[in-house]
């Protein structure tokens, strides 16, 4: 084995995940701080994004030894970007979506039989979604929430805002907020698109595909599932040709507008684990 090749399977390995989670923090801040706001939108959901992928490694455990240790880090930054314990219920449906991949229990929004949501084109975008999840997980139907953690991540927001007005740049938390809004609703609505919707018979359960800009990996997307806990430098590709990074836009226009793919089913037995 290669010298990288055994420092990506030793204990040191997860500080590329802390440090390109910490640098990309301070880009955050930087570009919100300096930018206007037409020019920071942009950029600002490009890395604000891109933490999210990070911070989705420590929802899986795969940061840190103990979970906790991860579970903390993931709600001082639900916190710190203003998203209001919203990561707690993306931790909780991302579980779900491990757990019963491509099954009807893996959402709460019914779909019909070809596998659309139950009222349309509104109920598919990510945002619509997010707002559901809080309904179901205020009546205690998302059994992985934590409320201590989501009423923390609250209550750290709501303290963020306070202090960015005190220090008279209450212009940032527009611009957060902006950022958290058109994030939503664009790069993740792209990426649930074209992970797991296809050609209506297709045997696959998920799909991996090329980007033009790096997304630590997730894009590796079936190793992804097979494996939830491998960290996101050591995942390797499952099919030989992934699908073009044109993809990550066409499969969005396809699904929603055109009506062409369908959600993808998982094979009979084949059940992701958290």
Same mark, same amino acid.
């Given at each position: ?28 801040? =930087?570009?919100? /701080?300096? !930018? ?5 939108? &942009?950029?600002?959901? #490009?890395? @604000?994004?891109?933490?999210? *992928? ?67 084109? =509104?109920?598919? /975008?990510? !945002? ?5 999840? &809080?309904?179901?997980? #205020?009546? @205690?139907?998302?059994?992985? *929430? ?129």
């Amino acid at each position: 084995m290669k010298t990288w090749q055994r420092f990506l399977h030793s204990p040191h390995a997860a500080w590329l995940t802390h440090g390109s989670l910490l640098a990309l923090t301070a880009l955050y801040a =930087w570009i919100l /701080l300096a !930018l206007p706001f037409w020019v920071a939108l &942009l950029p600002g959901v #490009l890395v @604000g994004h891109r933490i999210g *992928v990070l911070l989705h490694e420590y929802l899986h455990g795969t940061a840190f030894r103990r979970y906790r240790h991860n579970l903390d880090v993931f709600t001082l930054w639900d916190g710190l970007m203003l998203l209001f314990g919203g990561f707690e219920i993306f931790r909780a449906s991302h579980l779900a979506h491990h757990r019963h991949l491509n099954t009807p229990q893996e959402e709460l929004i019914p779909r019909d039989a070809a596998g659309a949501c139950v009222g349309g084109f =509104w109920r598919e /975008l990510e !945002l619509v979604k997010h707002f559901v999840y &809080l309904a179901d997980a #205020l009546r @205690g139907r998302l059994p992985f *929430v934590r409320p201590r953690r989501m009423v923390a991540a609250f209550a750290l927001s709501a303290a963020c805002i306070v202090a960015w007005c005190l220090a008279g740049r209450a212009d940032v938390v527009g611009k957060m907020l902006a950022v958290n809004l058109v994030t939503l609703l664009v790069p993740v609505s792209l990426r649930a698109a074209v992970e797991h919707h296809s050609d209506p018979n297709d045997p696959a359960s998920t799909k991996e595909y090329r980007v033009t800009l790096p997304l630590f990996n997730l894009n590796r997307h079936i190793h992804h599932h097979e494996s939830p806990r491998c960290p996101w430098y050591r995942l390797q590709w499952r099919t030989p040709q992934p699908l073009p990074a044109s993809s990550y836009l066409t499969h969005w226009w396809r699904l929603h507008v055109r009506k062409e793919l369908v959600r993808m089913v998982a094979p009979s037995g084949d059940r992701e684990s958290n």
